[in-house]
């Protein structure tokens, strides 16, 4: 596609269920990144997908967040039992992942957790 | 584990005011340089970055950085700005080693008065 694609944009949800988050990175990136950026912070890194490699899961704030990348495309993140604090706006992102790439940016998904 | 400091939360200017936003990092090896903005109600684009050779780098919009490896730092320049470049600015590194994460500051957010 022409850019990094995200569903859905806004996501209402109550408190204890779950929800998946969904990133369609840019044709041919190899490289993904999940980001959280809540009201008048930065951005959070959460996980990183290169390749065929071992995600880099250093950023996962609790075992409710995880993510998955099938076949190399598409990702989704899921958090489970959700709480008040997980309301954020959830970024993807996808670089080519060669050393020395960009990252190109999603919309984002705006939670909210009530 | 690289981090990204930007010093300045809120920087508020009238137009044709210059504009210098500080970012430092802290990690010793080799890295890429990024700056990012956040245009309201709009995604992540990036707005110049540096990988090597020459430090001082020029963007999009006459904005550019200079990257002083002595001083691990990476601060953004315009000698002119505008009411249009009001946004949320963020600056970001990525580490050449095995954890090749992208790390953003916690931006700074730029008002330029009409």
């Known amino acids: 596609g022409a850019g990094v694609s995200q569903s859905p944009s806004n996501k209402v949800t109550e408190k204890g269920k779950d929800v998946e988050l969904r990133c369609d990175p840019i044709s041919g990136h190899t490289a993904l990144y999940w980001y959280r950026q809540s009201l008048g912070q930065g951005l959070e890194f959460l996980i990183y997908?290169?390749?065929?490699?071992?995600?880099?899961k250093s950023g996962l704030p609790s075992d409710r967040f995880s993510a998955e990348r099938t076949g190399g495309s598409v990702s989704t993140l899921t958090i489970q039992r959700t709480q008040q604090e997980d309301s954020a706006v959830y970024l993807c992102?996808?670089?080519?992942?060669?050393?020395?790439?960009?990252?190109?940016f999603g919309q984002g998904t705006r939670l909210t957790v009530v | 584990a690289q981090s990204v400091s930007q010093h300045n939360h809120h920087v508020i200017l009238s137009e044709a005011a210059s504009l210098e936003l500080g970012c430092n990092y802290s990690y010793g090896g080799t890295v890429n340089l990024f700056w990012y903005v956040q245009y309201p109600g709009q995604h992540l684009q990036l707005l110049l970055k540096y990988f090597s050779g020459d430090p001082l780098v020029k963007g999009i919009k006459g904005f550019e950085a200079e990257f002083i490896k002595s001083k691990f730092s990476f601060n953004l320049r315009k000698p002119s700005v505008q009411w249009s470049d009001t946004a949320e600015y963020f600056c970001a590194v990525k580490a050449l080693s095995s954890a090749r994460q992208l790390t953003f500051g916690s931006g700074t957010q730029l008002t330029v008065l009409p």
């Open positions: 992102a996808s670089s080519l992942g060669s050393l020395s790439s960009e990252a190109f």
């Open positions: 997908f290169q390749g065929n490699s071992a995600p880099d």
